[in-house]
């Protein structure tokens, strides 16, 4: 899968409220799906090796470190605005890109790069968890639920993501999620099929 989304895409805040209202919802409603299979589905481990975590789980943990530091630095970002005077100031992000101007404090363009690859990192984990093959129904229910309640939050996931190796239609984090979700149900419990 080779995944691409724009940065810093133009927020329509109350599509957005209603969007992520609805994947918490879809994905909430996914985990229900999915604690009514039995777990004699779930696939195990070969004879003789033991069972890995999967991967997912460490993604889930990552993004969750990942928007604590955006969230971290989005504050500092915000105490900067405050506390430097808008003429020493100049330089911002945009596009994923910092633009930095001589005249800037240095505190500032730091604030700027800080935010800027933090938030892009959370993005990162965030396609990484597209990505990465689930190999249990463990790991779907997490992910399932981790999108949820990331999203009912009102946190926001990466918006406008591209696969170009299936189409070139730009579609919503949870949405890619919920193609994963079914693929991988159909893969671990090929009686759903």
């Known amino acids: 899968m080779t995944l691409s989304i724009p940065t810093f895409p133009p927020v329509d805040p109350t ?8 994947a918490g919802v879809a994905a909430g409603g996914a985990v229900l799906a999915l604690a009514t299979i039995p777990p004699t589905l ?14 997912i789980l460490t993604l889930i943990a990552d993004h969750k470190a990942a928007i604590a530091a955006t969230d971290d630095a989005m504050h ?13 100031r100049q330089g911002d992000m945009s596009g994923g890109e910092v633009t930095e101007v001589a005249t800037d404090d240095p505190r500032w363009t730091a ?12 993005d990162e984990i965030a396609l ?14 997490a992910l399932m639920a981790y999108a949820g309640e990331h999203t009912l939050q009102g946190l926001l996931f990466p918006e406008g993501i591209i696969d170009d190796t299936i189409d070139e239609k730009p579609r919503d984090w949870i949405e890619w999620v919920l193609i994963k979700a079914a693929t991988t149900v159909r893969q671990l419990c090929p009686v759903v099929s």
């Open 15 to 22: 599509r957005r409220a209603f969007l992520s209202q609805a």
């Open 42 to 55: 779930a696939v195990a481990a070969p004879a003789g090796t033991a069972a890995k975590p999967d991967p």
């Open 76 to 88: 500092h970002y915000g105490l900067m605005e405050e506390s430097i005077s808008e003429d020493q």
């Open 111 to 122: 604030a700027c790069h800080r935010f800027n690859e933090a938030f892009r990192k959370s």
């Open 128 to 141: 990484a968890m597209l990505d990465a093959p689930i190999s249990s129904l463990e790991g779907l229910a």
